[in-house]
Each structure stands twice: as structure tokens, then as C-alpha cells.
């Protein structure tokens, strides 16, 4: 069943289609709501939440080309709600921390972490940090747009990814040496 | 760090998460369907007559009430109890007319038989005026025969006769003498007075009247001239008797009356409320529920939700008929009968506590992993709750003592509550405590609109459902009117 035939079915409610379009889409969505979220569960939310709306909005959808990235942009706003649903509780910490250590060898490391030491040094990253991080460095949106789907300033976007990264090497760094130790 | 770096650690991080892929949940397919799957939720369909009925109740007490303010400018003040002083300045001027007319004309001040007939007075008093007992002046009618020297006075007699009536026509209790003094009693007196040997002391030669005609008609005259000498005020009220002798002052002759001055106007009477008072009024009201599922170890509910805040499917209606009773001008307190219609509904999914089934997968040659399945279920819930019951509210008009009206409308605030039974699927009995603060004012015969903001909350929980618990509580507009 191609793409197109998956949509139509799906549009018309058809629980095998949706069976099957869940299926086959539900390893990459899922992936992308684990770099959103902090916690594996809080990433089984977003990812119930966001491909329920998938399936209600499915029917205004008419191009399958544009089929993923639509899905990857509905998924994206899930996890900016679910950021402005946590916003308020949460406190930016380790802010300071970042900026005292560089290291010159953060390419090294980053090439011999598996992807889930990445992830889980992405999920320690605070909520503004690791969504500025993903929007710009994953789904390459500017800073502008980033400004506008979070609601803060341009600046702010652009220093919160600075400090993201710099946060980031450092957390990779000691995750290396902790795994070089393993080694 | 320079940007190249930057470009090939973001580049390099992007490859290795890009296309990293995760399974979900077991059961996530299943919760996602249910959500995707979840119908609207149902609103509460409303009889088509009765919301007619409803709307057109609202605009007959919206058109009534506006009706009546426009129909009535002054509701609180009641009529004056005293002439006012354009009624006695035209009375004066009657007077001076006919006084002067009097003195100046020649046919009136010769013969009474130049009088027309068409001055005489036609009124019941005439008649007691004929009577066996009356004076003998009064006896003297005057001849049908007419000078045409007389005509220009006599029109102003008659002129002055009519603004004499026109103020006797003037509204009831506007002069105090057409509310107290009976013609007949008038000239009774007036007769008893010509028999007392008080007024035979008068000395005729400072009497302000005139005797040219007849001697013996002097001394009846010469005492009426003395009554009205003694209190001038008191012409006023015996304008009965001035028209009573008026056809035959053609022997008397009055010099200028100096009116009294007018006096003040009473000051406005403000209308004493009732002591009981009865009131009607319509609310319509939108109704909410504070809801909780019930405790069970076998049943879960999840994903509850309600109607939009301004849906139709709250919409309802309370309507109150009752009595209130003032306790004092600032308190009273109302009774009466309420019934109220509540809407509200409710969906939900629920599920055993237990799983239903469960998959097993394998994941290697020592692991599997198992994964309990839940079936869920959607549940709705349409409740349309009549309430009948009886509302007790104490009434405190904050700014009675003061009498601050702004447009006539004075603030109120209410407390109380509702005591009454449920009727449908959950009879039982409860209630509301309610509060409300509204504005009144006077539109007029006796009748009050309101216009009165209230809330209501629910004493207790009911629990006519075995999911759900609920608490409604309403916000509403109350519409009434109070005689």
C-alpha cells in the first residue's frame, strides 16, 4: 500500500490503515518526541498526544509528499505545548556551569557515544535549552521562527542555544570520560 | 571554538539523531485511537418550545419594564396637597377680575334686575340658596331683561367664572377645598354666621364692601364682608360661597383683595414600600459541575471532558415566584418557590483496573517482554436536572438610608439559599446557597423591575451516576419585577 492509499484509507477512518500508518511511522515520531522530552514517559505522552492529533487532522492532508514533515511539524508543536504546559514549574539551572569548561576534543567524543548516551545528554539539557537545541540544530528553524513558536525574544533564542551547546559538550565530555573509563 | 566547528558538531549531532527511531508503548495505538477516535462531545438538545417561551418571557418583562419607565417620570412622588402657586395666582386674579368688574360696572352696583339670567348660577347651591331659609338678599333674583351696557362686563364675569372652574377642574386633592368642604356645608355656615351677634358689632363704615343697594340687605352683607375681612386666606376656600352670592353683588361692593401669600409647596411625599411585597423572576443561567470519578478498585476513568465554557449544552433556566417582607429600610427578606432547569454533560473513557489481555514478545532467547492491554470504553453523560424547590434570600439595600439612586436604580445584595429536591435520576434532596447583587428601581404602579447577577452552588455531590460524582453550581442574569 503506497503512501497515497495509506492516506485515503486512513482519511476514511479505516482501523486497518491507521493500524498500519501507525506502524509505520511510529519509530521515526517517536524518536523525535525522545529528543523533545526530558523522560521516556513524558515522550510517550507527547507522542500519544501528537499522533491523535495526527489522526484527526489527517483529513487535511492532500499531498503525501508533504506527508512526514507535516507529521514532523505537528509533532513539533505537541512538544512546544507540552514546553509551555511545563514552563512555568520549571527552574534553568546549571546556567553558569556551562561556561567554565571547554574541552577541544567534543568531536571525538560525540562520534564514539552511542545515540542514547546523545539522548540522554539531551534530555538533562533544562526544557528551554533542549527545545532551542532542537529546533535549531534538528529541525533547522531560525532563530526568528524559534523566537515566535516559544514566545521569546530572538536573542534569547540565540543565547539559549549557545549555552545549550556549550552545556551539551560539557555533558558529552564527562559522559566520554565516564565511558572511556568503562572501555 | 570558530564556526566551522560549531557547523560540523551540529552537523555531526545531527546525523547521529535525525533518524533515530523509538517504539512507543504497547498500548499507545489503542489510547491514540480512543482520543482520535473520541466522537464531539453531545450537547444537550433543548426543546424548541420551551426556548421560545423562554425568550419570549425575557422580552415581554424587557418590553414591559421599559414601557413602564417611559410611562411613568415621577413614580415616587405623589400628588401635591396644596395648590400650587399658579393655581392661586390665577385664583387671585379671578378674584381682583371679578372684584373690580363689581365695583366699576354701574348695572351691577343700581339693579339687580339688570343682571342676566345667563350669569346666574346654575349649580345646587342656587337652589339652597332659594330655600325659606336663606337671606333676603339672595331672594333677589334678577330680571331676564338685559342692558346692552352690561354685555362687556358680564363676559368678564363669566370670563372669571371659567377661570374659577378651570381650577376647581384641576386635579383631585390639588386644592384643599374641593377635597374637605361641601358646597352645602359652606353656605350652612355661612347662614349660622348671619345669625350670631358677633358680627352685628362690625362697624359698616370700615367695611371694605359698599351698601348702595338696599339697607335692609346691609347687615348680611355687611357679615359676609366681614368674614372675608377677618381671614382673606379663607376666600380662598369659600370660593363657594363667592359664587353662591356673586349673582347679587349688585349690592355689595368688595374693595381689592390682597392676596395671601402662596403657600409653599408641600414638599414631595416618597412612596412607603409595602411591608410585603410579591416578586416573579426568570434566570437564565449556565451551569458547571465540579467532577470527580468515583473510587472503585475495578474501574479507572480517564481523559474527562466537558462542554465548552459558553456552550449551549449549559444553557438552563431558574424561575422564582415568592413573597418578601421588609424588616427594616435597609433588610428585608424573600420567600418563594424556585424551580430551575440544569444542563450539563459529560464524556469520559474508563477502563478496568486489570488488563483485559496481554502480548508477549520475544526478545531474545532469555527475554520477553509483556505488555498488559487494556480495553477502554467512552462513556457519556446527558444530564438535564429539574430542581423544585424553595429560596430564602435576606435582601440588604446598603444605600436605602441614604436614598442613592443613580437613574432611579438603587444597588442590592442578596444571600440565602434553596432548599428542594431533584427531580429525574437523581432524586434526592438538596440545595444551593446563592448570592446575587442586582440594581432596582420604581417603573411605576407600585412595580419594581430588578436586574439581578446571581450564583448558586450545590450543597453536596450527587451521585446518581456510577462513574462520576458531580457538584453543579450556576451563574446566571435574574430578570424579576416587584409589586
Known amino acids: 500500500m503506497t503512501d497515497l492509499e495509506l492516506l485515503q484509507a486512513c482519511q476514511r477512518n479505516d482501523p486497518r490503515a491507521q493500524t498500519a500508518f501507525y506502524e509505520r511511522f511510529r519509530g521515526r515520531l517517536m524518536g523525535m518526541c525522545r529528543r523533545y522530552a526530558k523522560s521516556r514517559a513524558e515522550a510517550e505522552d507527547m507522542f500519544q498526544e501528537g499522533f491523535a492529533r495526527i489522526f484527526q487532522q489527517l483529513h487535511t492532508l492532500q499531498q503525501t509528499e508533504k506527508l512526514l514533515p507535516w507529521m514532523k511539524r505537528v509533532m513539533t508543536n505537541t512538544a512546544i505545548n507540552v514546553y509551555h504546559k511545563n514552563s512555568k514549574q520549571q527552574a534553568e539551572t546549571d546556567y553558569e556551569e556551562a561556561f567554565d569548561h571547554h574541552t577541544d576534543d567534543h568531536l571525538t567524543t560525540l562520534a564514539q557515544l552511542s545515540t542514547d548516551e546523545l539522548l540522554v545528554a539531551v534530555a538533562s539539557l533544562p526544557d528551554g535549552y533542549r527545545m532551542v537545541f532542537n529546533l535549531y540544530v534538528m529541525e533547522g528553524y531560525t532563530h526568528p521562527e524559534i523566537g515566535e513558536m516559544l514566545g521569546i525574544a530572538e536573542g534569547t533564542s540565540k543565547s539559549q542555544l549557545a549555552r545549550a551547546k556549550a552545556m551539551l559538550k560539557l555533558k558529552l565530555t564527562k559522559i566520554g570520560i565516564v565511558s572511556y573509563e568503562h572501555v | 571554538m570558530n564556526t566551522s566547528e560549531h557547523d560540523d558538531w551540529e552537523r555531526l549531532f545531527r546525523q547521529r539523531l535525525a533518524d533515530f527511531e523509538d517504539q512507543p508503548a504497547a498500548d499507545a495505538l489503542t489510547r491514540i485511537l480512543a482520543a482520535a477516535n473520541m466522537p464531539p462531545i453531545p450537547t444537550v438538545t433543548s426543546s424548541p418550545l420551551l426556548t421560545r417561551m423562554l425568550g419570549i418571557i425575557g422580552a415581554v418583562v424587557v418590553v414591559l419594564g421599559v414601557w413602564f419607565m417611559q410611562a411613568t417620570q415621577h413614580p415616587i412622588v405623589l400628588a401635591q396637597t396644596t395648590p400650587s402657586i399658579q393655581d392661586i395666582e390665577l385664583l387671585g386674579a379671578t378674584l381682583r377680575n371679578g372684584f373690580k368688574t363689581a365695583r366699576e360696572s354701574k348695572s351691577l352696583n343700581t339693579d339687580s334686575k339688570m343682571l342676566p339670567s345667563a350669569v346666574h348660577p346654575t349649580s345646587e347651591v342656587m337652589a339652597a340658596v332659594e330655600s325659606p331659609n336663606s337671606i333676603p338678599v339672595l331672594r333677589d333674583s334678577p330680571k331676564p331683561n338685559q342692558s346692552e351696557k352690561t354685555t362687556p362686563v358680564i363676559s368678564e364675569i363669566a370670563t372669571a367664572q371659567n377661570n374659577i372652574a378651570k381650577v376647581y377642574q384641576a386635579p383631585k386633592q390639588?386644592?384643599?377645598?374641593?377635597?374637605?368642604?361641601?358646597?352645602?356645608?359652606?353656605?350652612?355656615?355661612?347662614?349660622?354666621?348671619?345669625?350670631?351677634?358677633?358680627?352685628?358689632?362690625?362697624?359698616?363704615?370700615?367695611?371694605?364692601?359698599?351698601?348702595?343697594?338696599?339697607?335692609?340687605?346691609?347687615?348680611?352683607?355687611?357679615?359676609?364682608?366681614?368674614?372675608?375681612?377677618?381671614?382673606?386666606?379663607?376666600?380662598?376656600?369659600?370660593?363657594?360661597?363667592?359664587?353662591?352670592?356673586?349673582?347679587?353683588?349688585?349690592?355689595?361692593?368688595?374693595?381689592?383683595?390682597?392676596?395671601?401669600?402662596?403657600?409653599?409647596?408641600?414638599?414631595?411625599?416618597?412612596?412607603?414600600?409595602?411591608?410585603?411585597?410579591?416578586?416573579?423572576?426568570?434566570?437564565?443561567?449556565?451551569?458547571?459541575?465540579?467532577?470527580?470519578?468515583?473510587?472503585?478498585?475495578?474501574?479507572?476513568?480517564?481523559?474527562?471532558?466537558?462542554?465548552?465554557?459558553?456552550?449551549?449544552?449549559?444553557?438552563?433556566?431558574?424561575?422564582?415566584?415568592?413573597?418578601?417582607?421588609?424588616?427594616?429600610?435597609?433588610?428585608?427578606?424573600?420567600?418563594?418557590?424556585?424551580?430551575?432547569?440544569?444542563?450539563?454533560?459529560?464524556?469520559?473513557?474508563?477502563?478496568?483496573?486489570?488488563?483485559?489481555?496481554?502480548?508477549?514478545?520475544?526478545?531474545?532467547?532469555?527475554?520477553?517482554?509483556?505488555?498488559?492491554?487494556?480495553?477502554?470504553?467512552?462513556?457519556?453523560?446527558?444530564?438535564?436536572?429539574?430542581?423544585?424547590?424553595?429560596?430564602?434570600?435576606?435582601?440588604?439595600?446598603?444605600?436605602?438610608?441614604?436614598?442613592?439612586?443613580?437613574?432611579?436604580?438603587?444597588?442590592?445584595?442578596?444571600?440565602?439559599?434553596?432548599?428542594?429536591?431533584?427531580?429525574?435520576?437523581?432524586?434526592?434532596?438538596?440545595?444551593?446557597?446563592?448570592?446575587?447583587?442586582?440594581?432596582?428601581?420604581?417603573?411605576?404602579?407600585?412595580?419594581?423591575?430588578?436586574?439581578?447577577?446571581?450564583?448558586?452552588?450545590?450543597?453536596?455531590?450527587?451521585?446518581?451516576?456510577?462513574?462520576?460524582?458531580?457538584?453543579?453550581?450556576?451563574?446566571?442574569?435574574?430578570?424579576?419585577?416587584?409589586?
Open chain 2, 174 to 483: 390639588r386644592l384643599l377645598i374641593a377635597k374637605n368642604i361641601t358646597k352645602e356645608e359652606k353656605l350652612r355656615t355661612f347662614q349660622d354666621d348671619m345669625t350670631t351677634d358677633n358680627h352685628k358689632t362690625l362697624d359698616i363704615n370700615k367695611s371694605p364692601i359698599d351698601f348702595r343697594n338696599n339697607e335692609s340687605n346691609q347687615q348680611p352683607a355687611t357679615l359676609f364682608a366681614a368674614e372675608l375681612n377677618q381671614n382673606q386666606a379663607m376666600l380662598i376656600n369659600e370660593l363657594e360661597i363667592f359664587r353662591a352670592v356673586r349673582p347679587y353683588q349688585k349690592t355689595v361692593l368688595l374693595s381689592p383683595i390682597t392676596m395671601p401669600e402662596a403657600t409653599p409647596t408641600a414638599p414631595a411625599v416618597v412612596r412607603e414600600r409595602p411591608s410585603i411585597n410579591w416578586f416573579v423572576a426568570v434566570t437564565p443561567l449556565y451551569t458547571y459541575q465540579q467532577i470527580a470519578p468515583v473510587q472503585s478498585d475495578n474501574r479507572y476513568v480517564e481523559q474527562i471532558q466537558t462542554p465548552n465554557t459558553f456552550s449551549g449544552g449549559r444553557a438552563g433556566w431558574r424561575t422564582q415566584i415568592g413573597i418578601e417582607r421588609g424588616l427594616s429600610k435597609q433588610f428585608s427578606i424573600r420567600a418563594g418557590l424556585t424551580i430551575s432547569r440544569l444542563r450539563q454533560s459529560v464524556q469520559y473513557t474508563s477502563r478496568g483496573a486489570s488488563f483485559d489481555s496481554a502480548r508477549v514478545e520475544v526478545l531474545d532467547d532469555q527475554t520477553i517482554r509483556l505488555t498488559p492491554l487494556f480495553r477502554r470504553q467512552i462513556g457519556q453523560l446527558a444530564n438535564v436536572r429539574h430542581f423544585v424547590g424553595i429560596n430564602t434570600d435576606v435582601v440588604w439595600r446598603p444605600f436605602a438610608a441614604s436614598a442613592m439612586f443613580v437613574r432611579g436604580w438603587q444597588p442590592y445584595l442578596t444571600a440565602g439559599f434553596s432548599v428542594g429536591k431533584y427531580g429525574g435520576s437523581a432524586r434526592s434532596v438538596s440545595g444551593f446557597w446563592q448570592a446575587s447583587a442586582g440594581i432596582e428601581r420604581a417603573i411605576g404602579q407600585g412595580w419594581w423591575l430588578r436586574v439581578e447577577p446571581s450564583v448558586q452552588y450545590g450543597w453536596q455531590t450527587l451521585t446518581d451516576n456510577p462513574v462520576l460524582t458531580t457538584r453543579p453550581y450556576t451563574y446566571g442574569l435574574t430578570i424579576g419585577l416587584k409589586k
